[in-house]
């Protein structure tokens, strides 16, 4: 009778309007087959334009540009003949799947689960929940596992503590999904999303090159902003909101002894390669500075900070492997790589698909010349600078509540704000960070994160009848707080000129 009476309880406004942002969003196609749509778009487009003699003047060259129609003769065959190379030439296509390969051993051996396990288990009592906040946002590092792997763990840790577990995963969660793009490292994410930004600054400066490191420094700031603000809300809303937990109490398993000798062999590994990275940086004559000009910026670490970043997962994670005997033979470490590319199959399909619209778009000249329009009717607004660069961060948290997927986004965007925000005179790392900040604020509150319904799962552990509005609403103080503190920050960067990363500034002059 009580269920009756819970199904037939009038929703509230929040409950129903996230209602229609999940039916929405169910009604949106897959990300492959967006794509595929804005290719025909952009193909359609091409066509129609060229016909009206749509153009624009580049700013500072005065170079005309007009739309070139891609299916006449011409541009079929060049359709045709470029799509491998627009495939295997995409940027993000080999820096994603070359770091995967490190953190997929990683993953695959065990060794992020235990040292997640561990981290947390260490923490004392009264910084358990900015601990939990801080390993949420490292987490990241090993891309999606950090979804799995820590929640679970999370909760079985404040049940053991006798708090309500159900605190341990929202605050888990929404440190995981809330600041995706905050860290203290360079993660898979900055690879992916370089290569996006490099694709679409080349629209307009056709040798641009970018580095991971480009929001470096916001996103070291960032992390630490988002752990206190994490924990104000943990304590002002979640923690009151759930209470005491009534429910069976489980105990974590403490990390065996052979865990702890991979883990202890892993750092060791970690440590010797760190020092082997220093020694080859820090001098000022080290192997990978720059060999002409003795420095930092544009040397082969920047380079190649893809592969040094492969191997800094990777041989910890044998060390673990071998230690702990999840891996005895070669065949192990390859099968266990095998593993960790099968799971990369749907953004292989992605790149296909999204390097062919992105191409299609620099072909026909449209992206740049919605980016030189776009930009000369926002001069012509005055609506430039901060309050322009707000509003581009409410545009992505919004699109963000139907759209989940970080890479999917911004392939759509990027060729358009880029090159807008370059006539702007912003440089691409300024829009990449601006975009960042975005696509993390609704991650938590959206049902269209794949990652929510494993949490309704988890949840549905400890108190079967929990929903998806129970989660939502435990979920939003930390999308608005995230929100409010995030802007602030970033509007503080912007109006000091800070520098965003290492030889990145907010401007290109």
């Not at 487009?45 to 070139?68: D, M, Q, R």
């Not at 503590?161 to 898979?188: D, E, H, Q, R």
């Not at 006539?423 to 829009?431: C, H």
């Not at 929990?466 to 929100?483: K, M, N, R, W």
Request: aromatic share 10%; glycine share 8%.
């Amino acid at each position: 009778m009580q269920d009756i009476v819970n199904v037939r309880k009038k929703k509230t406004m929040i409950e129903r309007f996230l209602d229609g942002v999940e039916k929405a969003g169910n009604k949106l196609p897959d990300p492959v087959t967006l794509f595929v749509i804005m290719a025909f778009i952009v193909l359609g487009s091409s066509w129609i334009l060229s016909k009206f003699n749509v153009s624009a003047v580049k700013p500072g060259t005065n170079e005309k540009i007009a739309v070139v129609n891609l299916l006449n003769q011409e541009g079929l065959i060049k359709i045709i003949n470029e799509m491998l190379t627009n495939f295997t030439s995409f940027p993000p296509l080999g820096m994603v799947i070359v770091t995967m390969l490190g953190i997929g051993l990683a993953e695959q051996t065990g060794l992020i689960a235990a040292l997640m396990k561990k981290s947390v288990m260490s923490a004392p009592q009264k910084l358990i929940i900015p601990f939990l906040i801080l390993t949420g946002l490292v987490g990241n590092l090993a891309a999606d596992a950090a979804f799995i792997v820590l929640p679970p763990i999370a909760a079985l840790i404040f049940m053991s503590i006798g708090k309500n577990p159900l605190v341990g995963l929202i605050v888990t969660y929404a440190a995981i999904a809330g600041g995706f793009s905050a860290n203290l490292l360079i993660s898979s994410l900055d690879v992916l999303l370089l290569g996006i930004t490099e694709s679409a600054a080349r629209l307009v400066e056709t040798g641009y090159t970018g580095r991971a490191t480009m929001n470096y420094y916001f996103l070291i700031a960032s992390t630490f902003v988002l752990v206190a603000l994490g924990t104000f809300v943990a304590h002002k809303f979640t923690i009151p909101r759930f209470g005491d937990y009534k429910g069976n109490v489980e105990k974590l398993e403490p990390i065996s002894s052979l865990e702890m000798k991979g883990l202890k062999w892993a750092g060791i590994i970690t440590a010797i390669y760190v020092l082997i990275i220093l020694i080859a940086v820090v001098p000022s004559n080290g192997i990978l500075r720059n060999p002409e000009t003795g420095g930092f910026l544009s040397s082969p670490f920047m380079t190649g900070i893809v592969p040094i970043m492969l191997f800094l997962f990777l041989l910890p994670a044998l060390a673990y492997g071998i230690v702990t005997k999840v891996i005895k033979s070669d065949k192990d470490v390859a099968d266990k790589m095998f593993k960790s590319i099968a799971d990369m199959s749907s953004f292989i399909v992605l790149a296909f698909v999204a390097a062919q619209m992105i191409a299609y778009f620099g072909w026909s000249n449209i992206g740049p010349i919605m980016a030189i329009k776009g930009a000369e009717a926002l001069q012509a607004m005055n609506f430039t600078g901060l309050p322009m660069i707000i509003g581009f961060i409410i545009i992505c948290a919004g699109i963000n509540l139907l759209i989940a997927s970080a890479s999917a986004k911004w392939a759509l965007l990027a060729p358009i704000f880029v090159p807008m925000f370059m006539y702007l005179n912003y440089s691409p790392a300024l829009t990449q960070a601006v975009y960042r900040v975005g696509d993390s604020i609704t991650n938590p509150i959206t049902p269209m994160l794949a990652y929510f319904a494993i949490l309704l799962a988890f949840a549905k552990r400890y108190d079967k009848n929990i929903g998806i509005g129970t989660l939502i609403s435990a979920l939003l103080p930390y999308s608005v707080i995230f929100a409010i503190g995030w802007i602030i920050l970033f509007s503080l960067w912007f109006l000091l000129g800070l520098p965003l990363g290492p030889g990145d500034s907010i401007y290109l002059k």
